[in-house]
C-alpha cells in the first residue's frame, strides 16, 4: 500500500488509522475526507506531513468521491451517521448516507482504479433492530457483493471503540467532571464489547493485507462488560432509565459470538482500562 483514501478521517477511527500510516515510510500519500472543515484544519495544524491531501466532502457526493480516489491505492471508509437514537427519527438520513453512501463509494472506486476497499461496519448490523444497524447490515451486503473486477471489497465489524467519541465511556466522564455522580444506565446488566482503538486499527490493516475480495472480517474472542460494572469503576451511581426500542440488551458480532456469553471484564480490569 503506498497511498489511502480515509473516508470520514476526522473521526475517532479516521483520526487514529492516520496517525498510524504516517509512522509508515513507504506510504507516499494519506488523503482525508470528510465535512468538518474545521476538523480538518485542527487534524492538518496536529500532524503537520506534506503526505496528507484534504478534502472537504460527503459519500453522498460521487462526484467528489471519484476525485479524492484518483490515484488511491487502498479506500477505507469509516464515514457514515451512527448516532442509534438519532437515526431513529431520522431513517431517511441514514439511508442516504449508509446505503446511497455506500452505493457511491463503490461505484468510484471501481471508477477509479481503487484496488482494495475496506468498510467498517457495526455489530449493530448483527441481526439489527434499529435504522442504523439495518443501514450497514445492507452497506455489508453491498461491499460483499460488488463487482470483483479490478477492484476488491470487504468489511470489517466490531462493537464500539473504547473511548472513542460519542460511546459511553466519554460520555459518562463528561457527566462526571460536570459535578454530577450519577449515570445513566439503560440496563444495569446489559453487555457491550470491549475493542480497543489499535485493535481495531490492526484488524483494518490486515483485512487490507489479506482480503481477496467478499470477506466479512470479525476480531475473534472479544471480551465484553456489564453497564453495571462500568458504573462501579468509574466511581459512579446509576439511574436505571430503560431499554429504548432501538437498542439491544447484548450485542452481537455473529452466530455464536454475543456479549452475554463473551468473557466479561472484571470491574479491576475495567479500572484498569480506563487509566490506560
Known amino acids: 500500500m503506498n497511498s489511502c483514501l480515509i473516508l470520514g478521517a476526522t473521526g475517532s477511527f479516521g483520526q487514529a488509522f492516520a496517525r498510524h500510516l504516517l509512522k509508515d515510510s513507504f506510504i507516499e500519500r494519506i488523503g482525508i475526507l470528510s465535512r468538518g472543515e474545521l476538523a480538518q484544519a485542527d487534524m492538518a495544524a496536529e500532524m503537520k506531513d506534506s503526505r496528507m491531501r484534504f478534502f472537504i466532502g ?16 487502498v479506500v477505507v ?29 463503490i461505484e468510484a472506486a471501481m471508477d477509479s482504479g481503487v484496488e482494495k476497499c475496506v468498510l467498517l461496519s457495526t455489530d449493530k448490523a448483527y441481526q439489527p433492530i434499529s435504522p442504523y444497524g439495518q443501514s450497514k447490515a445492507l452497506a455489508e451486503t453491498l461491499f460483499r457483493n460488488a463487482y470483483q473486477g479490478h477492484t476488491c471489497f470487504a468489511v470489517t465489524r466490531y462493537g464500539n471503540v473504547w473511548k472513542s467519541r460519542g460511546s459511553v465511556v ?13 449515570v445513566p444506565v439503560t440496563d444495569p446488566d446489559a453487555t457491550r464489547f470491549f475493542m480497543t482503538m489499535q485493535e481495531a486499527i490492526e484488524l483494518v490493516l490486515d483485512t487490507i493485507e489479506t482480503m481477496a475480495g467478499g470477506e466479512l472480517n470479525i476480531p475473534p474472542h472479544l471480551p465484553a462488560y456489564r453497564l453495571a460494572d462500568l458504573a462501579e469503576a468509574m466511581g459512579a451511581k446509576m439511574k436505571v432509565i430503560g431499554m429504548p426500542e432501538w437498542e439491544k440488551k447484548h450485542e452481537g458480532l455473529r452466530d455464536g459470538q454475543t456479549s452475554d456469553i463473551a468473557r466479561r471484564m472484571t470491574v479491576a480490569e475495567l479500572r484498569e482500562a480506563l487509566n490506560g
Open 58 to 73: 460527503d459519500v453522498r457526493d460521487r462526484v467528489r468521491l471519484r476525485r479524492a480516489m484518483e490515484g488511491m491505492d
Open 77 to 105: 471508509h469509516a464515514a457514515a451517521l451512527k448516532r442509534i437514537e438519532v437515526g431513529y427519527y431520522n431513517p431517511t438520513e441514514m439511508v442516504a448516507t449508509n446505503i446511497g453512501g455506500a452505493i457511491n463509494v
Open 170 to 182: 466519554p460520555r459518562w466522564q463528561a457527566l462526571l467532571r460536570s459535578g454530577s455522580d450519577t
